[in-house]
């Protein structure tokens, strides 16, 4: 796995409580989301096809997140399903199909203030686990209720620990959100959690330029920096956990 740095996730944060409009940021990874925070979604037996949502506050995308929006919807099949977030595995996303299941999860992520995203962009999907077949994945990029662009890849069969990016061909303004979608296209009847992802975040060589902060944003400098630790020091210690088992 490829060491973090909490340095570029920082100074984006720093950036933006700073009021620094329209600052390009190039730094050290910018977490979006390290899978620590509790959550849970699920449907049962009988056939629904949803969708089912439910969400859960807190800060998220290096400082620049309100929350977290979980949805699940079954396509096709009737056996229980659902997908959770630090429960079955801590620190990661953990999707369960259910037997029989055609399922589509995703994982909104809303920003406080818009932002640009630069063509050449790479979001990064880490530590990426799947005992099921095809699964589809996505990287929708929004403004307001508008999907600006979709960045797509593909799981083809087992796999463990493996990564996998989304490169973005094409520069986008006025970003307030993405969201993390999850397709299963086919399940042998896998029991348990099908597909787990350990991480997502923008790779280190990509850029954002803030384009909007709102203020005031001073005082909350010293609350952003210490949630960024926060966010570096869990990961940090389930690396350490993994290489130790």
């Known amino acids: 796995m490829r060491a973090r740095s909490a340095v570029g996730t920082m100074c984006l944060a720093v950036l933006a409580t700073l009021g620094l409009s329209s ?17 849970s979604i699920g449907g049962g037996p009988g056939g629904s096809s949803g969708p089912f949502t439910n969400s859960v506050g807190g800060p998220f995308i290096g400082g620049l997140g309100t929350g977290r929006a979980f949805t699940i919807e079954r396509t ?52 990426v686990d799947n005992d099921i077949g095809l699964v589809d994945l996505a990287v929708e990029i929004y403004s307001g209720n508008t999907l600006l662009a979709t960045l797509t890849n593909q799981i083809n069969g087992n796999v463990v620990g493996q990564n996998y990016d989304f490169t973005l061909g ?17 399940n042998a009847g896998a029991i348990g959690t099908d ?10 060589d990509s850029t954002v330029i803030i384009t909007e902060v709102p203020e005031p944003a001073t005082l909350a400098t010293l609350g952003l920096m210490s949630m960024v630790g926060g966010y570096y020091t869990r990961r940090n210690l389930k690396n350490r956990a993994v290489a130790q088992s």
């Open 76 to 127: 096709a099949g009737a056996s229980t399903f659902g997908a959770d977030s630090n429960l079955s595995t801590p620190g990661y996303l953990s999707i369960q199909n259910g037997t029989g299941t055609t399922n589509t999860f995703s994982s909104a992520y809303t920003f406080n203030s818009p932002v640009s995203l630069l063509s050449g962009t790479i979001f990064d999907l880490l530590d």
């Open 195 to 204: 597909t787990r992802i350990g991480e997502f975040s923008i790779r280190d």
């Open 170 to 186: 094409v520069n986008l303004a006025n970003v307030t959100g993405i969201s993390l979608v999850v397709s299963s296209l086919s």
């Open 23 to 39: 600052q390009s940021v190039k730094a050290a990874p910018i977490i979006i989301d390290t899978f620590t925070v509790n959550q």
